[in-house]
């Protein structure tokens, strides 16, 4: 028995490195390099792969009509070198990720340095530009600076780390800024943001063109029971998870105080209510909510992206207490803007429907943004695209 699982493991490590060694060797031997992916100029991409003793190769990629919670696939061709291609037809500007599949088992691309992150999962990616791919590219423009800083959580009896971005011109200039409060939706971490999100490369896009205000983008770890993301913590490098305590319990939301506290300790901003904006996705949408609802008159500027609403019904916190109550007091203490996003086939879009039925109903001005597809990191980069554009004005 132990002799077959020896086989049965010997097959399967030498199936995964078909994808990583015959491109390996190419390049040590000086053979031809492989390009892959190669984007053309109308916007088409070329995938290859070198796997001569390959049955049958796909390309998972998130520009191909989804199949339920997974990207849709394409075959690749194989030709007489061994190597297998796909071409796509030409896909609109946008930042797209991909996994191979070779006889089944799923594997990278080892033509393609760069790779992302998202929860447990790595995905390669790339870029196509002409639009919006060119807002998440790093341009010839002045460049912020991205630090990751540990601050102490009182309130969670932790030193926790967190991103901090900073504008261009920051660190030679004397002036205070505006701060943005970003938080990530479940399964992220303060990495989150910053690598799919592409928040660096936005801001300094938007900034430079005129069309968002000089600001400091503040990306915390949304996950209570957390010190850092996986690798990045004294647990080592553990296997990262969506199935993580105090995540939606309250325990987030009473400790934010001390985030705010570091933040106005150690950097130039300007700590009044008109100068501070919270916003987040998914599970950071739901904390946005209630942390500007429990803290009133802290926010002026309070964005929900693809927001869960309200806690689990065995939830118990003094957080999740008063709900319409405290939402009215936020309201008639005032903000500027309170900016609701959501895609129209997230599964979150009843909740939604409920809330803003329920804001209507309290007379509780918000805006709202209706878009196309779902709970997506594309979603979510657009989303973050048009708020920093409204706020700080």
Known sequence: MDSKRSIAAILLSGLLMVCSFSFGQQALWGSDEIVSPEVGPDNRVTFRLH???????????????AEGWIPGSALLTKGENGVWTHTTDPVPSELYSYWFQVDGVRCNDPGNVYLIRDVSSMFNIFITGGGKGDLYSVNNVPH???ARR???????????????????????????????????????????????????????NLIAQGKAQPMIVVMTNGNAAQEAAPGESSLGLIKPTMRLPNTMDGTFESSFPDVIQFVES????KPE????????LSMGGFHSLHISRYYPNTFDYIGLFSAAILPSQDVASKVYENFEETLKKQSEDGYKLYWIAMGKTDFLYEGSVHFRKRLDELDIKYTYVESEGGHTWSNWRDYLTEFTQLIFK
Do not use: C
Request: proline letters at 6%; aromatic letters at 12%.
């Open 273 to 280: 209510k008109s100068q501070r904006a919270i916003a987040g």
């Open 144 to 146: 912020g600076t991205v």
């Open 266 to 269: 150690n950097y130039r901003v």
């Open 51 to 65: 796997a001569p003793k390959a049955s049958e190769v796909k390309v998972f990629g998130d520009w191909l009509p």
């Open 150 to 204: 540990w601050y102490k959580s009182p309130t969670l009896g932790m030193d926790r780390r967190i991103t901090i971005y900073t504008p261009a011109g920051y660190e030679a200039s004397n002036n205070d800024y505006p701060v943005l409060y970003l938080l990530h939706g479940m399964g992220g971490d303060e990495e989150a943001w910053i690598s799919l999100g592409r928040t660096a490369q936005i801001l300094d």
